[in-house]
């Protein structure tokens, strides 16, 4: 019996039942890995929402000022002069 009658049978098992579930395997694994970040993604993350709230922070004291000084800074002009021609 030459060599390639006898891995014939064992070949076409590999390449039918352990190939395919290897496969399978080896990629469910690398897109459970790619889900989550990393602690350097994280930390950026961090960086950046403690960044949107202190400018956050920043706009509402803004408008609270404008508010305060120009109470109609809100609206448009073409509205602002409308509302003075109609008064």
């Known amino acids: 019996m030459e060599f390639w009658q ?3 049978v064992p070949t076409i ?3 039918v ?3 395919p579930v290897w496969i399978s ?3 469910r694994s690398v ?3 790619a889900k989550g970040l990393s602690a350097e ?3 950026t993350v961090e960086q950046m929402l403690e960044t949107v709230d202190k400018l956050t922070e920043r706009i509402e004291t803004l ?3 404008l508010d305060a000084d120009h ?3 809100r609206q448009p002009s073409g509205q602002e002069q409308h509302r003075e021609v109609n008064s």
Do not use: P, T
């Open 13 to 15: 098992l590999f390449m």
């Open 63 to 65: 408008e609270r000022l």
């Open 17 to 19: 039942i352990v190939a």
């Open 25 to 27: 395997m080896h990629y």
């Open 31 to 33: 897109n459970r890995s």
């Open 71 to 73: 109470g109609g800074w």
């Open 6 to 8: 006898f891995m014939f």
């Open 41 to 43: 993604d994280r930390e």
